[in-house]
Structures are given as C-alpha cells and as structure tokens.
C-alpha cells in the first residue's frame, strides 16, 4: 500500500508531501500504481525546482520513499497553487481508481 500524506496551509497551497510504501498491484518494475505516483511526484518537484518565489527541500532516501516541502514569496503563489493543485488531483485520481493500492492524506494546517 502506497500512504500519501499531503499538508496544505489555511490558503490551501502545498506546505508537505510525505509518499511511502509500495503498492503491490504488479510485479517490480511494472506496477502501474506506483509509475502513476512517482510520475506525479517527480514532475511536480521538477517543476517547482528553481521555480523563482518557490523554494523546495526533498529527498528520496531509498525506492518507495519520497518526501518534499515548499515555502514561498508572493512571487510564486500562484505557481505553488497550480503545481500543487494539479499533485493533489493526479493522487487523488490514482486513490479513487486503486483504492486498493494507494491512499491520500490531506490535512490543512494553520
């Protein structure tokens, strides 16, 4: 089972993203739930890498674990709320279709 916790502050925008565990749903390599989550993971940290007004921490300390945090100026609001709208709803989407295999955390936090 693969745990996503996400944290959004009171504005909603992405302060942590916490992914860990395996899925299960097919053989190493080839186990779709997990592709679908590290894609989404590794396209989001990509995008927001070097982003200006948006600076990331994260790590991915061994396979099945990925964490990443984001703080940000006002210069890149708008951008962290894409970026991480679009996290939330690709994680989200993976849950409803392998529930299974994959569950989504989310906690607002002031």
């Known amino acids: ?12 925008l992405l302060r942590s993203c916490r992914v860990s565990g395996h ?7 080839g186990d779709i739930v997990c592709a679908a989550v590290s894609v989404l993971t590794r396209t989001t940290i990509r ?4 982003r200006e007004g948006i600076k990331i921490r994260g790590n991915v300390p061994e396979p099945g674990n990925f964490y990443l945090e984001a703080e ?12 991480g ?3 939330i709803e690709g994680l989200l989407s ?6 299974d295999n994959c569950r989504v955390n989310i906690e607002r936090r002031h």
Request: charged share 25%; net charge negative; aromatic share 12%.
């Open 47 to 50: 995008v927001l890498s070097g």
């Open 1 to 12: 089972m693969i745990e996503v916790d996400m944290i959004l502050n009171e504005a909603g």
């Open 23 to 29: 899925a299960g749903a097919g053989k190493r390599g």
């Open 85 to 87: 709208t679009f996290l």
């Open 94 to 99: 993976v849950f409803e279709e392998f529930p």
């Open 72 to 83: 940000y100026s006002p210069e890149g609001r708008d951008f962290l709320a894409a970026a």
